[in-house]
């Protein structure tokens, strides 16, 4: 202690003792609660926290950005200055909050005074109170791989933000994602117009670089040469040794603009520290500058922090120990107490507000300017846009182009032109006229999609005119919002589009939109139960019980029921963090986004930092899509959409099969009567968007004759309408039970039609987004830009706890404008159900037309349809044993997968000769469908191509024949024979497999030379035959379907006797009757807010669609989860549109039975036996996993 | 996760092992599940095979569940072969094990029949006959195709020509099948405990000598050092008993620290013993026996002699220091600190017997090179209340009184604010209540080093936050700097 602290007080009494000390005291404790008038007030001081982490320092930070803003606005401070570690994707929602905190803070008060009954109207000292002059200055803490202290730098100007994030994009692309690795050097390359504030200590961690750095051009960066010889030559390139070494040389690289931060830790050595920065500051001319380097807004995040700490650590709190900060002083500071902190050094705080007035760079600086990329010399794009569109519209109307178009054009062109996005509109046109031309399916939606403009380019297929899109009402001009337009392509071939993106705008000009991955509730409960010391058993009950599905109002009763104490110490911890991390979205780290694209007309990483994808070649921003909102960049969406590749696949069949060349065309007229009568029947197995179980029972409700029709139908079978009580109303006007009426509010208010506007073709029933909108504005008077508060309340996904702040609102504002109370609830409640999963009328549309493309498919050529949804798979609802069956069905003769026919795709051969003498429906040439050697569990694409290369010598004779010619392996050829591929070598699937097991696969060079046959005869093994129960069996085992017959077939006579219905019979019963009926387990399924248990079973007659209510669930959890071979007890349902359910009261689980198929029940021994050995379920496979929930 | 093995009441429920533990959850939400330790299942497994030595000396593991005993020749101490594998059996129950058990000619079928019953049958050839295939234990992969041929039984395969199966399911699956049918022998690995060393010496005249039966016991120290070279090992305890004619015994027990073989630090320890003894080593007519027994022993890696005139580690030199004094002193009295990895001081190191823990790896080093140090070489446990003047709110003191002596700060240097640790709340809380309740996790602490006008330097804290969680703080000391 070298006489750092004080000399005594000459001013206090030499003499002491405890009359005095008590005397003493007294004295203080009066002065205390009488603040002396002449003490100066210490607030006096101005402070700026310069050195701010959010929680996009993942894992360190531990406050919302708005959070730390409201912090610094509510303790006074001149400025804040935000910085994470090597990343500025959390600074633009810093930005948001400051500026719209005084909107905010007057909404606050306006409903605190509502609450207080007080008159709606702000006093001055109020409206003062809302009014801040809070500097927001953003910036990153820059961290150094090679153990330089850690710099945060704030750009000064525009050229100092690109300077930023091109150096951030240098360390990112170096390394694995979301790491950052920059040296001292990357920074002296990248100085201009950046402040930088230097904190005495580095906060490193070890880092990985990336095996192959994105190949990226670093044209703009000073050479390694002109670093070490230029007029960098006085800094060489290793890392200064210490600090004083690293601020004397960046002060003659940046002098001026170069700060030391003094952060104070409160750990018994402040003192001792300040007076060190203190001669470091004058020895090296730099000033210095006070922060407390903070991780959090309040003390009160510290257990946050602390929890957050050892997740990054992977440690338990009673385990961190010091890894930890042994206090909870890294919160922002208000001017008094830095004051007083730093009373030894006050220039120090002074300096943190001169710092302000060095930054001349707002993030509202970042102009964005969109690529002129796709238009010719001498044009504009507007022009470009509008001759372009005009000669599409020649084509196709000719030259006198319709009134109602050129009127529509016109206003678009004016909106367009106003708006500034014809570049935007080109870029997609450019981008969809490139996969045109690759032969990619595409289609776009979206709310800028529903224009004449992407109509006539052919960016979109849906007509405005016909159905009455009003391009204005979705890019108006009070929503300053860029436009949106999504367009799908086929999901194998995405990645060509991608990559002609980034090939045609250059990796420096072309980014994929980041998605920040918040805590959800089952990772957020998993990790921090886990710091808190939980065991790994607690969480996983924890989870899946309690917190599964966290929705902010954790009843106390749910954690009882859970059997979990509310008392004990670490549940009411783990609530008190888990409600920190869960009420608002949490950000845990960055991904990128599915296919939104950034583009711009100058480099991309002057305005964001790039990072690295997971996935090879592509590259993304930091920024995600609300970010890009808020700063006015525009984002092309390029989406994937299984459907559109097995419709290309099914067009190429149709080609390759004579069957005429189709296109996805534009005009293509949806008016065929035997495509709505197939749908009508609920016949929609494997068609796009009305395949799964709720689609098809709506079918024939809905009965469906024409495109929009469709349209409803995607659109009806939602959440939100369901929730919304939406269905049936619009059910029973649409067939007539029910008059079509339109609300309307109280004759003062307005014409009495004001929702037929917006209703009329829905029948009065609000079923699409846009009309929720509308009716919020038109019904409850919300203005422009709370309709888009509203809209964007809906759009995010899954945003619980943003929207029902607009409840009250607008059902308010309904009944007050004279609408019943009930009606504007239920309109509420619909748009609150849009909240999960919107559905918007232009999607709708799009969505409608792939409908009917493919039901058109299925309805004329099953056996194109099939096979390109069987090469299609993974997709949709169903396995392949359903589409394999329901191709049957419609009369397509399917042929087992063979080692002489069977290529790895399923493919099509003409028909020989039909199983029943008829011919296959459908026109032209009859088509069979051959199963292709893909739907071999295991069986691999590259064996799939030595066969059919091998094959063209002509047809194998024997295995032998195949292991030698095609040269497979062991594996392949057992899987072969396993497969009962092998019956053209004329062996049935046990003696396939008898001889594959002993056919080498190697070949031996002898015997290729002679092309002999090496294996030599030997005796008979005399296999018993296989009965076909067994083969059945194994084929569901190794392909996942059978065309020899259904497991159930041999099974009946079991059932049979125990007067358990076929599902044909079940489904011929009367209503009411009561009825056993038994079969495989398809689906297991529980929607929307899981009142009911949907089951699909199957036999070898048809299917039954069972509901089992959720409260008899619990009481019958096992048979239901357990079984896959299920017998149902229950009540047939019959709608009078004849869709037939089973009200299922008791299941029961026989599994068993299938063992015994699998054990051979009929190959004569007759005998039973029950495993007594619990073997590996994949092992006593039967049947395929059916698609469940858990 | 996966389960990997469930009780005879979850396995009712239709459970199996291997199965995800989320979809046994979908099934069965209150499923008690605890983590799979095949550590400690192991070691009770060695363990009951050790204990079987009461029924046979050629007991082997069977992993991961089972034992076989080679119970020729032992049956009829117990009344017959049932009647043993009865014995075994009801005594492992007892114990709270659920048991399967089966007798056969090799061990190969005992371990088949026991896990794939069969039923009565004729004699255990037909038994073994019976069995499934899956018995074989030849892989799934060999165990599917067996059943895709149809083949479901050994029956079914001992039927078949040797030469084509082995061409399909190579020769181990001929070589299995042999085995479980008794064709063939393979050899059992029987598990034997390996005995603790025991060393012993009689004597054909009682030795009146103390010294000469030191003499003899280094000898035997010696046999013992050689011994546990051999297996590897050092001895961590070590027992004496001198054993004298007229019947009485002295048994002596040493304990190192560190595993020791080297017979004169053994001696050393012993006579180290024998010293402290209250009731010196009294051979009175003579001892006519010693023993000497190594019950506890550890691995020790063989270690390079120094060479001549060559130092002894220091390591070493301090265990043999530490073992000695805790002979002397006691076990308990000797302790080593450890340190904890905490900021609350008085947690940030734990006191533990010297001769059971080991010099830790290292202390951390936090201090900047010239700094006086953060803190104390005494701590007072608990902290002493004191009298303290200082600015409110959080101001270093200016003077306090300690044991009625009061004490004029002349130099300061703090605070180091050290805040309580939330997790430890009783109540979970993680935040404090209102003013002076404070938390049940405690106060925060602000500590400052102090010197007064004697130059002496203390370490004082202010427990509390003013005005936020004390309305008047307390001080404390908590320690004592040279």
């Known amino acids: 202690m070298k006489g750092r602290g004080k000399g005594p007080d000459p001013a206090r009494p030499k003499s002491t003792d405890r009359r005095e000390l008590k005397a003493l005291e007294a004295a203080r404790e009066k002065a205390r609660r009488q603040p002396p008038a002449d003490r100066p007030p210490i607030a006096a001081l101005p402070f700026a926290e310069l050195v701010a982490a959010t929680n996009f320092s993942f894992l360190r930070g531990a406050s919302h950005a708005s959070d730390m803003v409201t912090r610094a606005i509510s303790l006074g401070l001149t400025g804040l200055g935000i910085a994470d570690r090597n990343t500025v994707a959390g600074v633009v929602r810093a930005h948001v909050a400051r500026k719209r905190w005084p909107e905010q803070m007057r909404a606050a008060l306006l409903e605190a005074r509502k609450e207080a009954g007080q008159p709606l109207k702000l006093s001055k000292e109020e409206e003062r109170a809302c009014q801040t002059d809070l500097r927001l200055v953003v910036g990153t803490r820059l961290v150094f791989a090679d153990g330089t202290p850690d710099i945060v730098a704030y750009p000064a100007t525009r050229r100092g933000w690109g300077e930023l994030t091109k150096l951030l994009t240098v360390g990112n692309l170096r390394s694995v994602k979301g790491d950052c690795i920059l040296t001292y050097e990357d920074l002296t390359a990248y100085l201009d117009d950046l402040l930088l504030i230097v904190l005495p200590y580095s906060t490193a961690t070890e880092q990985t670089a990336h095996r192959r750095p994105v190949a990226y051009d670093y044209d703009d960066r000073p050479s390694r040469e002109a670093i070490r010889q230029g007029h960098l030559s006085l800094v060489p390139p290793p890392p200064p040794a210490d600090l004083e070494a690293l601020l004397d040389r960046l002060n003659r690289l940046v002098p001026g603009r170069l700060w030391l931060g003094a952060a104070l830790r409160r750990d018994g050595r402040d003192a001792r520290r300040l007076a060190r920065f203190k001669g470091l500051s004058a020895s090296t001319g730099v000033p210095l500058l006070a922060t407390m380097d903070a991780l959090y807004a309040t003390p009160t995040q510290r257990p946050l922090q602390d929890v957050l700490g050892c997740i990054r650590e992977g440690t338990t709190i009673a385990r961190a120990g010091r890894v930890l900060e042994a206090n909870a002083e890294r919160h922002i500071h208000s001017a008094a107490e830095m004051a007083h902190l730093f009373r030894a050094c006050p220039e120090a705080v002074a300096e943190s507000v001169a710092f302000l007035t060095h930054v001349h760079f707002t993030l509202d600086q970042l102009a964005y300017e969109y690529p002129h990329e796709p238009v010719p010399e001498g044009w504009t794009a507007q022009q470009w846009l509008e001759e372009l569109t005009l000669s599409a519209a020649h084509a196709r109307y000719g030259p006198r182009i319709p009134r109602k178009v050129r009127e529509l054009l016109n206003e678009e062109f004016g909106l367009i032109a106003k708006r500034n996005y014809a570049a935007y509109f080109l870029t997609v046109h450019d981008i969809v006229a490139f996969a045109r031309m690759k032969g990619i399916l595409c289609q776009g939606r979206g709310s800028a999609a529903n224009s004449m403009v992407c109509f006539l380019l052919g960016v979109t297929s849906v007509d405005p005119r016909k159905h009455d899109l009003l391009f204005s009402r979705f890019v108006s001009e009070e929503r300053s919002e860029p436009p949106d337009i999504d367009v799908d392509f086929e999901h194998e071939r995405r990645e060509e589009v991608m990559q002609y993106i980034y090939e045609r705008y250059g990796r420096h000009r072309a980014g994929i939109a980041a998605t920040v991955i918040h805590y959800r509730s089952r990772s957020a409960v998993r990790e921090a139960a886990k710091v808190l010391g939980l065991s790994e058993d607690v969480s996983a009950r924890l989870s899946s019980t309690v917190w599964g599905s966290y929705s902010g109002d954790m009843g106390d009763a749910r954690i009882t029921e859970a059997g979990f104490d509310l008392d004990n110490p670490q549940i009411v911890q783990l609530r008190a963090i888990l409600d920190q991390l869960l009420r608002e979205p949490f950000p845990r780290h960055l991904s990128q986004h599915v296919g939104g694209f950034v583009l711009t007309q100058n480099r991309l990483d002057e305005t964001v930092p790039l990072h690295h994808a997971a996935m090879e070649d592509r590259s993304f921003i930091e920024w995600d899509k609300d970010d890009i909102d808020a700063l006015g960049l525009m984002k092309v969406d390029v989406l994937a959409l299984g459907m559109l590749s097995c419709i290309r696949r099914a067009f190429n069949l149709m080609r390759e099969q004579g069957l005429g060349d189709h296109q996805l065309t534009v005009d293509l007229e949806a008016q065929d009567g035997a495509v709505y009568d197939m749908l009508c029947k609920g016949d929609s197995i494997g068609v796009f968007q009305v395949e799964s179980r709720a689609q098809i029972n709506m079918l024939p409700r809905l009965k469906p004759r024409t495109l929009y029709d469709l349209t409803i139908q995607v659109a009806i079978v939602r959440p939100g309408p369901i929730e919304g009580d939406m269905v049936h109303p619009y059910l029973r006007r649409r067939c007539g039970e029910e008059k079509v009426t339109y609300p309307s509010p109280a004759p003062e208010h307005g014409p009495k039609d004001e929702l037929k506007a917006i209703l009329d073709k829905t029948k009065g029933v609000p079923l699409f987004q846009e009309q929720a909108m509308r009716l919020a504005i038109v019904a409850a008077r919300f203005s422009d830009v709370e309709a888009n508060k509203l809209r964007r309340a809906m759009a995010t996904f899954r945003n619980v706890g943003t929207i029902h702040h607009f409840r009250e609102k607008m059902v308010r504002g309904m009944v007050a404008r004279g609408y019943e109370a009930e009606f504007a609830q239920r309109c509420f409640k619909q748009i609150e159900g849009f909240g999960s999963y919107g559905f918007p009328e232009s999607h709708a549309l799009s969505f409608a037309r792939l409908v009917y493309v493919s039901a058109w498919i299925k309805c004329h050529q099953p056996a194109v349809f099939a096979c390109a949804l069987l090469n299609s798979q993974p997709m949709g609802f169903y396995a392949p044993a359903q589409i394999v069956r329901d191709a049957r069905e419609h009369g397509v003769t399917v042929h087992d997968a063979d080692v002489n026919m069977s290529g790895w795709d399923n493919s099509l051969e003409p028909l020989l000769r039909s199983r029943d003498g008829r011919r296959g429906e459908g026109v032209g040439r009859a088509l069979a469908l051959r199963l292709g050697l893909r739907q071999v569990d295991g069986f691999r694409e590259e064996w799939a191509k030595q066969l059919v290369e091998a094959r063209r010598e002509g047809l194998f004779a024997s295995i032998e024949d195949v292991a030698r010619r095609a040269g497979l392996p062991a594996r392949a050829l057992r899987l072969l024979a396993d497969a009962d591929a092998c019956r053209s070598l004329g062996q049935d699937r046990r003696a396939a497999l008898w001889e594959a097991r002993r056919t080498p696969s190697d070949e031996l060079p002898l015997f290729a030379a002679a092309k002999a046959r090496e294996l030599g005869e030997e005796p008979d093994a005399m296999l018993p035959a296989m009965a076909l129960s067994q083969q059945v069996a194994t084929d569901y085992a190794v392909t996942r379907l059978s065309l020899k017959g259904h497991p159930m077939q041999f099974l009946r006579p079991v059932f049979a006797a125990e007067g358990v219905l076929s599902c044909a019979e079940t489904a011929a019963a009367k209503n009411g009757m009561r009825v056993k009926t038994a079969g495989v387990v398809l689906v297991r399924q529980r929607p929307g807010k899981g009142n009911a248990i949907f089951i699909t079973i199957e036999d070898e007659t048809g299917i039954t669609n069972i509901l089992l209510w959720a409260r008899l669930f619990e009481r019958q959890r096992r048979p239901v989860m357990a079984s896959r071979l299920m017998l149902v007890e229950g009540e047939v349902q019959r709608s009078k549109e004849g869709v037939v359910h089973l009200m299922a009261t008791q299941v029961h689980d026989r599994s068993a039975e299938m063992s015994r198929l699998a054990e051979g029940l009929a190959d004569g021994t007759g005998q039973i036996r029950h495993p007594h050995t619990a073997r590996h379920p994949r092992n006593v496979r039967i049947l395929p996993q059916s698609r469940d929930f858990h | ?482």
């Open chain 2, 1 to 482: 996760m996966r389960l990997a093995t469930l009780d005879a009441d979850a396995l009712a429920l239709g459970l199996t092992p291997g199965m995800t533990l989320a979809d046994a959850r979908a099934r069965e939400p209150d499923l008690r599940v605890f983590d799979a330790d095949p550590h400690a299942d192991q070691d009770w497994l060695e363990r009951l095979c050790d204990g079987s030595a009461r029924y046979t000396p050629v007991a082997a593991l069977d992993s991961p569940f089972g034992l076989i005993l080679d119970i020729s020749g032992c049956a009829h101490l117990w009344g017959g072969e049932d009647a043993l594998a009865r014995e075994a059996a009801d005594r492992l129950e007892r114990h709270g094990m659920r048991v399967r058990h089966a007798l056969a000619g090799t061990a190969e079928g005992a371990h088949a029949l026991c896990r794939f019953p069969v039923g009565a049958a004729a004699d255990e050839d037909a038994a073994l006959r019976r069995l499934p295939a899956e018995a074989l234990q030849l892989g799934e992969e060999s165990a599917v195709a067996l059943r895709r041929a149809g083949l479901r039984t050994v029956g079914d395969l001992a039927a078949r020509p040797a030469a084509v199966l082995a061409a399909r399911f190579g020769e181990e699956a001929v070589d299995a099948l042999h085995a479980l049918l008794g064709l063939g022998r393979r050899p059992l690995a029987p598990r034997r405990p390996r005995p603790a060393i025991r060393i012993e010496r009689r004597f054909a005249e009682p030795m009146g000598s103390t010294a000469f039966a030191l003499k003899t016991l280094t000898e035997m120290a010696a046999e013992a050092g050689e011994r546990l070279g051999e297996r590897g090992q050092g001895g961590r305890r070590f027992e004496v008993v001198f054993f004298r004619s007229d019947g009485l015994a002295f048994p002596l027990r040493v304990e190192t620290s560190l595993p020791v073989r080297d017979a004169p630090a053994i001696m050393r320890l012993v006579q180290e013993r024998i010293d402290a003894l209250s009731d010196p080593l009294d051979p009175g007519f003579g001892f006519d026996m010693l023993r000497l027994t190594v019950p506890q022993a550890e691995p020790m890696a063989p270690t390079q002699l120094a060479l001549e005139g060559g130092e002894a580690r220091r390591e070493e030199s301090v265990a043999a220091l530490v073992d000695r004094l805790s002979i002397r002193a006691g076990r308990a009295r000797i302790q080593r600190l450890e340190p904890r990895d905490s900021h609350i001081p008085e947690q940030a190191q734990l006191a533990l017997p010297a001769v059971e823990s080991r010099p830790p790896a290292s202390w951390p080093q936090r201090q900047e090179t010239g700094d006086p140090p953060m803190r104390p070489l005494h701590l007072f446990d608990p902290p002493q209340p004191i009298e303290v003047v200082a600015q409110v709110p959080d101001g270093p003191p200016h003077r306090f009184r300690w044991r009625r002596a009061l004490h004029e700060v002349t130099r300061y240097e703090g605070p180091e604010r050290i805040a309580p640790e939330w997790w430890t709340a009783k109540d979970g809380r993680l935040e404090g209540k209102s003013v002076g309740e404070g938390t049940s996790a405690g106060l925060t602490r602000d500590y400052y080093r102090v010197e007064d006008a004697r130059g002496r330097r203390y370490w004082i804290f202010r427990h509390g936050l003013y005005g936020t969680e004390a309305v008047h703080p307390g001080w404390f000391i908590h320690g004592l700097f040279a």
